[in-house]
């Protein structure tokens, strides 16, 4: 497999791409490397290769002449003698052509060149960019088929955008944060993709077996000795039997995957055996801090003034059971009307105590969470009550606010995204305000600390407040086990 590297530092790969089983890859010949420096594309006497962003701004940009002829001359040798530089208004330019007997003319159009060559040199052509896709585990393995791969390592801002309309390449990302230049995430890359080729391994099966092979995390591992400053190494893995250590070795690799990346299982074909595993690990639960309300008064009416509405037997049921399946401990629906409290009375008290209780258990279990209050204030002074703290108010809403609503003069509460929230789930609790009708009243918004992005801020935008509360919880806790 060759790779070809545009850098700006080929000598930023002399170590890490000579030692270990990098290098003895090299010897038997299974990777092999060229590095293209873009400065020696240029013509000028300073071998310039950024220059300042158009519009203004810090920082410089990587520039596309010396980028797009590096890259084709790597498939055409004759390129640079076909299309020298372009500038015909610098005279010290043009006195350095000279010196090399090159003549000005227009670079070949992406079109022209692109008749004439396939790219069959440049392979996969990989940019590498915090804005990127991220890199992944299954990349590398679609990687190691390709008998070539070219990557770019920015610099500076990073690459002139128009590179990615004259060129076939994929962006990519080794994830979110931010280096001074490609070249250290390009040898990250290169040693994902080479040891996964026939022969790089001492070990044929090392490679399968690793973190991400199959999709979830690596099981741990142990060697002499067996104890050590009291801590022993699992009784199993001494036991000798194999099928009894290959199933602790999968159900460890569950069990890691769940504590540390969660999110990975949700492409897994999981097993009611898996799931048993998972439901042992002890995790911190997010929802044990998390508490919803259902606003019916003071909310917006249909002609945008305050009201009060009145209850729906589906809300009821259905906010319920989402709540007791993600684990809420309390669902608050407040109404100011002794009609409305009455009647919630009656249908909490039939299914929690009454008949409904003996013939649909599971519904008793989760009406069993409803606790009726005037207003929001009753839910935060009973949550008070049991925590010793003051929630968190967090409002929802179908529609984003416009600039001229955060100016007026009520205070309009700051927006918070899901990974902020689920960062102050750990620490406080946090009180879910839906409203009813046509949405909070900007009386009770301006009592909020904050504002949860709408589920859908454009088109369509008319879920019941039933469906809008299963997907909330779901977006904010996502722990499906």
């Known amino acids: 497999m060759h790779f070809n590297i545009i850098t700006l530092f080929p000598d930023f790969f002399n170590g ?11 010897e038997k010949q299974l990777v092999s490397f060229s590095f293209h420096n873009p400065r020696d594309y240029t013509f000028d006497i300073h071998h310039q290769v950024d220059d300042k962003p158009f519009g203004g701004g810090s920082g410089m940009v990587m520039m596309l002449e010396p980028l797009v002829r590096c890259l084709r001359s790597i498939d055409d040798k004759n390129y640079i003698k076909r299309n020298p530089p372009v500038s015909e208004t610098d005279s010290e330019l043009n006195k350095e052509n000279i010196k090399l007997g090159l003549k000005q003319k227009t670079l070949e159009s992406t079109q022209t060149w692109a008749k004439k060559h396939s790219s069959t040199q440049l392979g996969k052509v990989l940019l590498l960019s915090p804005s990127g896709k991220p890199f992944t585990q299954k990349m590398a393995q679609e990687l190691s088929k390709e008998e070539k791969v070219t990557i770019l390592c920015g610099r500076y801002e990073g690459f002139d955008a128009r590179i990615e309309e004259l060129f076939e390449l994929e962006s990519i990302s080794l994830g979110d944060f931010v280096l001074n230049g490609g070249e250290s995430a390009s040898l990250a890359i290169i040693e994902s993709v080479s040891r996964l080729l026939p022969g790089f391994m001492g070990d ?28 022993s190494v699992p009784e199993v893995l001494r036991s000798g039997n194999h099928a009894k250590i290959a199933l602790w070795r999968k159900e460890e690799s569950l069990r890691q995957t769940f504590k540390t990346r969660p999110e990975l299982l949700t492409d897994q074909e999981l097993y009611k055996e898996d799931v048993e595993v998972i439901a042992q690990v002890a995790k911190e639960k997010l929802a044990r801090n998390l508490h919803c309300a259902l606003v019916h008064s003071p909310i917006t009416g249909k002609d945008k003034k305050k009201c009060t509405v009145s209850l729906t037997n589906l809300d009821i049921h259905d906010i319920a059971r989402s709540s007791c399946t993600f684990g809420l401990r309390n669902f608050y629906i407040s109404t100011p009307l002794k009609d409305q409290q009455k009647l919630l009375d009656d249908i909490v008290l039939h299914w929690v105590r009454g008949v409904g209780a003996k013939a649909n258990p599971d519904r008793a279990k ?43 003069k009520i205070a309009y509460p700051k927006n918070i995204n899901f990974n902020e929230l689920r960062a102050l789930l750990k620490q406080k609790p946090v009180l879910l305000v839906f409203g009813t009708g046509h949405g909070l009243h900007s009386e009770l918004i301006a009592k909020l600390n904050f504002m949860l992005p709408p589920i859908r801020p454009s088109g369509y935008n008319h879920l019941s407040v039933r469906s809008a509360v299963a997907i909330m919880f779901d977006r904010i806790l996502g722990d499906w086990f």
């Open 204 to 231: 044929e099966n090392s490679a399968n077996e690793e973190s991400f092979s199959n999709g979830l995390l690596e099981y741990s591992h142990y060697t002499r000795p067996e104890n050590f400053e009291e801590i």
């Open 16 to 26: 890490p791409l000579n030692i270990g089983l990098m290098s003895k890859a090299k």
């Open 366 to 408: 989760a009406l069993a969470l409803v606790k009726c209050v005037d207003y929001i204030e009753g839910a935060v002074d009973d949550l008070y009550q049991q925590t010793g703290e003051y929630p968190i108010l967090i409002g929802t809403s179908a529609l984003l606010p416009s600039k001229k609503q955060k100016n007026k």
